[in-house]
């Protein structure tokens, strides 16, 4: 069971930055066959979204509403992704949710785990 811890999360201004984390209680993109990382949002009335993606391989995907704004990265412990957001907006405010997911090997079944979710609220 793969445990994730989200962080950094709060309110901001519009304009304003934010950046969050999630660590997983294990390695998750060198050791497995197939990986991801990434976070979802899910504003009130709304269904989830995902917001930005990275692959083992490391490629990344963004929602079209938040390129070039948000950047997506991990560390190089391989168990922390982290979401960049500048410029936010007051429509950027939504709960946003880490999502792990990997596959052991390319029979294994794959193992899906989410965060608690982090408030993120823009406003002035």
């Known amino acids: 069971q793969v445990q994730l811890v989200e962080s950094g999360g709060g309110s901001v201004q519009p304009g304003g930055s934010l950046r969050l984390s999630c660590a997983a209680s294990e390695t998750i993109y060198s050791i497995n066959f197939m990986s991801f990382m990434g976070w979802y949002r899910q504003a009130p009335g709304k269904q989830r979204e995902l917001v930005a993606g990275i692959t083992g391989g490391g490629s990344t995907n963004y929602a079209d509403s938040v390129k070039g704004r948000f950047t997506i990265s991990r560390d190089n412990g391989q168990n922390t992704v982290y979401l960049q957001m500048n410029s936010l907006k007051p429509e950027d405010t939504a709960v946003y949710y880490c999502?792990?997911?990997?596959?052991?090997?390319?029979?294994?079944?794959?193992?899906?785990?989410w965060g608690q979710g982090t408030q993120v609220t823009v406003s002035s």
């Open positions: 999502n792990v997911w990997f596959k052991r090997t390319v029979l294994a079944p794959r193992q899906d785990y």
